[in-house]
Every structure is written in C-alpha cells, then in structure tokens.
C-alpha cells in the first residue's frame, strides 16, 4: 500500500523559512512532486524531482525561494521553503508518479501524478 505522509508545516512570518517532508512508503517512484492549494483556487504545481535527484523543476514563482531535495536511504522528500511571503499561505501535498519524467510539461501536471498525501497547512503572516 502507497503512503505519502506530509509534515513540516506550520505557521511562520513573512520572510521566514520551513521545511516539509513526506515520508514515502509502499513502492519506489520515477518522479516525486509537492503542489498546493490556498482557499479557493486550483491545486497548483510547485516543485518536482526525479528518483535519481538528477534533475529538478520549478514553478516560476518559488524559483530562488524553495529547493526540492529527496533522500532516498530514508524515502523521504523534501521542500525547504525561504523568504516565505503570506501568498504561499497553502496546503501542501506530495506527490507521487510511476514515470521518470524528462520534462516541465510531464513534472508539473496534476494529473500524471498517482499518488498524493493528505497535504500539510502552511500559513504565512504578514
């Protein structure tokens, strides 16, 4: 049984830092992604990884603000998060796809990804 389990989250000033994890158990991925969702919006794309760490992929507006990092002895992802502002306010989900992908097109859509966790609150105040 797949299980993506997100942590990390929390409340932090405008200009803060914080880490997210998931915990990954249940199967070994090609590409492993987190996305989020604020109030009343789409779940949006954030940042992707391959399994082998090789190569990862931005959304433009976390580029130089966030880093994707997986360590794959212990299964587990990662999404530091710096020079927070209070429109990254969210939930947080992990994600999770069979296929290694080669490009944004394939990282970044919603729908290539099987496997999602529960998500994980990050409010930023102003």
């Known amino acids: 049984q797949v299980m993506l389990v997100e942590s990390g989250g929390g409340l932090v000033q405008a200009g803060g830092s914080l880490r997210l994890s998931c915990a990954a158990s249940?199967?070994?991925?090609?590409?492993y992604g987190w996305f989020r969702q604020a109030p009343g919006k789409e779940r949006e794309f954030v940042a992707a990884?391959?399994?082998?760490?090789?190569?990862?992929y931005y959304a433009e507006f976390v580029k130089g603000r966030f880093t994707i990092s997986r360590d794959n002895a212990m299964s587990t992802l990662y999404l530091q998060m710096n020079s927070l502002k209070p429109e990254d306010t969210a939930v947080y989900y992990c994600?999770?796809?069979?296929?290694?992908?080669?490009?944004?097109?394939?990282?970044?859509?919603?729908?290539?990804?099987?496997?999602w966790g529960q998500g994980t609150q990050v409010t930023v105040s102003s």
């Open positions: 994600a999770a796809q069979n296929k290694i992908c080669f490009d944004y097109r394939c990282a970044g859509a919603r729908a290539e990804y099987e496997y």
């Open positions: 249940g199967g070994t991925f090609g590409t």
């Open positions: 990884i391959r399994r082998s760490g090789s190569t990862n």
